[in-house]
């Protein structure tokens, strides 16, 4: 003889909760992942080609990643600013534009700021979704 849950127990809202909570976490955690593994946390060369970055000022060059985050509006994640980290002392207060771009290398956002430390983010214009941005471009004038 077993125990018969009930329909109570199968559809009430404690487990609907449960599962929406089960599945936000999966997407958070596979999302986050995939924009880790895909989109930061690579060390650049200064004045590299292609347009990866420009910075005459950093001689050891700067480390980039994307910053990104949920937007419940569009109901997706989306690379919200870059970071980049080991500016040198000598880009102080030079301004920095960053350009975010997809998988074809076309400019999909921009943002720009002046150096005031050695880490710094920049916000962009318009946040495009995580899937879409595979590059960025980093110039210190």
Known sequence: MGINPGPEWVDGPGVKFAMQVLVACALTFGITHA??????????TPLGADGAVVASCDADGLRVRFEPGYDPTDGRY?????????IDLACLNRPIAVTVQDADGAPIATGSSVIGASVLVVALDAPPPVTDAVGVSVVVS
């Open 78 to 86: 989306e690379v919200l600013a870059v970071r980049v980290d080991d």
């Open 35 to 44: 924009a880790a593994t895909n989109l930061g946390g690579s060390n650049v």
